[in-house]
Structure formats: structure tokens, C-alpha cells
């Protein structure tokens, strides 16, 4: 399966700084996902935004699509230690089936 | 929120043995449910789909006989890796869906192949 790109690759930021990830991806979607990995562990569900949609928030997330561009960015505002994660971002087109991004290693220091 | 769960979460085998993973949804029926491998530092990989009570389809390059699927009911899936080689040494993780778009993934397995 072919993969989106995301970048940055690593991100180090000091706590209470905002994070900002980008995906861009090559095939039309229908919706477009971003997850959350800690070491070792699975993949946890932070927010889904469909293609007619253009951004998107969940609390300190705020997400946007620009479908023209192929492309989505992650921003998570005042950045807690706890962050600290793997975000991959994902996406869907007709058959349900995600295609995942290579991911962006956040580093919060606090 | 939904539940999936899997088993074990860890396994240690020897090289030639086959290991079974199983991929449960506790509390909701999954009509579909993925299979994805990761390799450290790497992105999800997905591996095949399968519906219950049919066969599974498999991504290009994933070879259908040496990793067997089986999803012989709504809440469970098992993916057996057949004759495992220490290049099969991977966190595999499964997920599952209800026929939207959400996907509940499980906490994976880390299968390691001495």
C-alpha cells in the first residue's frame, strides 16, 4: 500500500510549546484520521475529519484538510509532557481501508 | 467506547513454529476486521482484511500461506504465522470495525522469532 508522508519525521519541543505535524498523501480519500502511539503500545483514536470538511478541533487539537493539496496538519496546543508519542496520520477512501502515514516521533520536554 | 482486545501480548517462538494471535471485539460485532504489522521505528503496515465467514484479502507482497486468517465469528479473528522466521519479528496489531469508519485497534502483539 502506498503511504502518506509526514513530516516532521521527529519534533522536540519544550512543554507548554504547540506541536505542529503534516501529512500529504496521493489518493482521493474519504475521510482522513490522526493517531496516537506511545512506545510499544496501540494505536489510540484522536479525531476523524471527512473530506468536505476543512478543519476540525477536540480540545487542545485542531485539525485541517486541504484536499486540493493532499495534504493535513496536526496542531496540539500547549503541549504537556504527556504527548510525548508516535502520531501517524491515516487515510480512508471508499472500501474502509487505512492507509497509513510514516508518523512523527513528538518529543515533549518538560 | 468499543473494546478490542488480543492474545497474547507477547510471544517468544523458535524459529519453524507457528504462532496464533487472536483479535477479539468485547463488546460490539465486527463485520471486518484488519491485520497490520509494524516494524520498529516503521509505520502501520496492513496486511489483509477479513469479513467474517469469508475468505480474507490479502495486500500485495503479504503471502496468503504463510500468514492465515481466520474470522469464523463477529468478535473474533485469528492471524497464524506459519513456519515463522526471525524476519517475522514484528508488532502485529489488529483491528476492528462495525461497517463505518471507525476503527478500534487492539493493543498488539510483539512477536519475537529466535
Known amino acids: 500500500s502506498q503511504q502518506g508522508e509526514e513530516d516532521p519525521q521527529a519534533l522536540s519541543i519544550q512543554e507548554g510549546e504547540n506541536a505542529t505535524m503534516n501529512c500529504s498523501y496521493k489518493?482521493?480519500?474519504?475521510?482522513l484520521q490522526w493517531y496516537r502511539q506511545n512506545s510499544g503500545r496501540g494505536l489510540v483514536h484522536l479525531i476523524l475529519?471527512?473530506?468536505?470538511?476543512r478543519e476540525k478541533h477536540s480540545g487542545r487539537l485542531r485539525v485541517t484538510l486541504d484536499t486540493s493539496k493532499k495534504s493535513s496538519s496536526l496542531l496540539i496546543t500547549a503541549s504537556r509532557a504527556a504527548d510525548t508519542a508516535s502520531y501517524f496520520c491515516?487515510?480512508?477512501?471508499?472500501?474502509?481501508?487505512?492507509?497509513f502515514g510514516t508518523g512523527t516521533l513528538l518529543a515533549v520536554q518538560p | 467506547g468499543a473494546v478490542v482486545s488480543q492474545h497474547p501480548s507477547r510471544v517468544i517462538c523458535k524459529s519453524g513454529t507457528s504462532v496464533k494471535i487472536e483479535c477479539r471485539s468485547l463488546?460490539?460485532?465486527?463485520?471486518?476486521m484488519f491485520w497490520y504489522r509494524q516494524f520498529p521505528k516503521q509505520s502501520l503496515m496492513l496486511m489483509a482484511t477479513?469479513?467474517?465467514?469469508?475468505?480474507?484479502?490479502?495486500e500485495q507482497g503479504v503471502e496468503k500461506d504463510k500468514f492465515l486468517i481466520n474470522h469464523a465469528s463477529l468478535t473474533l479473528s485469528t492471524l497464524t504465522v506459519t513456519s515463522a522466521h526471525p524476519e517475522d519479528s514484528s508488532f502485529y496489531i489488529c483491528?476492528?470495525?462495525?461497517?463505518?469508519?471507525?476503527?478500534?485497534f487492539g493493543p498488539g502483539t510483539r512477536l519475537t522469532v529466535t
Open positions: 483491528s476492528a470495525s462495525a461497517g463505518n469508519y471507525e476503527q478500534y
Open positions: 489518493t482521493s480519500i474519504n475521510n
Open positions: 475529519i471527512r473530506s468536505n470538511e
Open positions: 491515516a487515510t480512508a477512501g471508499a472500501t474502509n481501508k487505512l492507509i
Open positions: 463488546d460490539f460485532q465486527a463485520t471486518t
Open positions: 477479513s469479513n467474517e465467514g469469508s475468505k480474507a484479502t490479502y
